[in-house]
T-cell receptor, first 115, second 113 residues
Framework: GAGVSQSPSNKVTEKGKDVELRCDPISGHTALYWYRQSLGQGLEFLIYFQGNSAPDKSGLPSDRFSAERTGGSVSTLTIQRTQQEDSAVYLC?????????????FGAGTRLSVL | AQTVTQSQPEMSVQEAETVTLSCTYDTSESDYYLFWYKQPPSRQMILVIRQEAYKQQNATENRFSVNFQKAAKSFSLKISDSQLGDAAMYFCAYKGGSEKLVFGKGTKLTVNP
């Protein structure tokens, strides 16, 4: 597709359930990023992939959060045993490569609501 | 650690008028980029403009321009001839040696007809 695609657009889950959020980056983009946007914390970095490797996972808030990227393309963010504080919009971005100058292009995000 | 501060949670402007959104940042790095992103209700963050720290000339993109003051660590966005479609959340962001973008809390811009 032309842009970054994220699915689902919205997800409602019960506390304690696991969820998977998907990101399909722009074709040819080697770098991929996950951010979380919540009312209290604003926009926070979660993890960065270069190819299939994740050199920076420093933003993952707990070991309930994990992410993988396969084939240098699609990425999945998994949240295990969801808690109410996980409710947020999860944004994915991709860029042509890594480096200061590279522009990150964002998807429309997945709004996660944990009941 | 780098920080980005947007001191105006909300701003409003009349259609066709000019508005300036403020952003300050803190860093010890000398080589970095600054960005303004727009987030409409659709949630998709859209790049408005970017500025390289080493370039003294302020970036301009059509009706959008920045006032970059490196010594003061200030990076404001000026929107000229405001249009109804400019209404959105605007985020200032920093990118230095780390791959991550560091965002401010955002400014909600309302455009009044």
């Amino acid at each position: 597709g032309a842009g970054v695609s994220q699915s689902p657009s919205n997800k409602v889950t019960e506390k304690g359930k696991d969820v998977e959020l998907r990101c399909d980056p722009i074709s040819g983009h080697t770098a991929l990023y996950w951010y979380r946007q919540s009312l209290g914390q604003g926009l926070e970095f979660l993890i960065y992939f270069q190819g299939n490797s994740a050199p920076d996972k420093s933003g993952l808030p707990s070991d309930r959060f994990s992410a993988e990227r396969t084939g240098g393309s699609v990425s999945t963010l998994t949240i295990q045993r969801t808690q109410q504080e996980d409710s947020a919009v999860y944004l994915c971005a991709s860029s042509l490569s890594s480096g200061r100058a590279n522009i990150q292009y964002f998807g429309a995000g997945t709004r996660l609501s944990v009941l | 650690a780098q920080t980005v501060t947007q001191s105006q949670p909300e701003m409003s402007v009349q259609e066709a008028e000019t508005v300036t959104l403020s952003c300050t940042y803190d860093t010890s790095e000398s080589d970095y980029y600054l960005f303004w992103y727009k987030q409409p209700p659709s949630r998709q963050m859209i790049l408005v403009i970017r500025q390289e720290a080493y370039k003294q000339q302020n970036a301009t993109e059509n009706r959008f321009s920045v006032n970059f003051q490196k010594a003061a660590k200030s990076f404001s966005l000026k929107i000229s001839d405001s249009q109804l479609g400019d209404a959105a959340m605007y985020f200032c962001a920093y990118k230095g040696g780390s791959e991550k973008l560091v965002f401010g809390k955002g400014t909600k811009l309302t455009v009044n007809p």
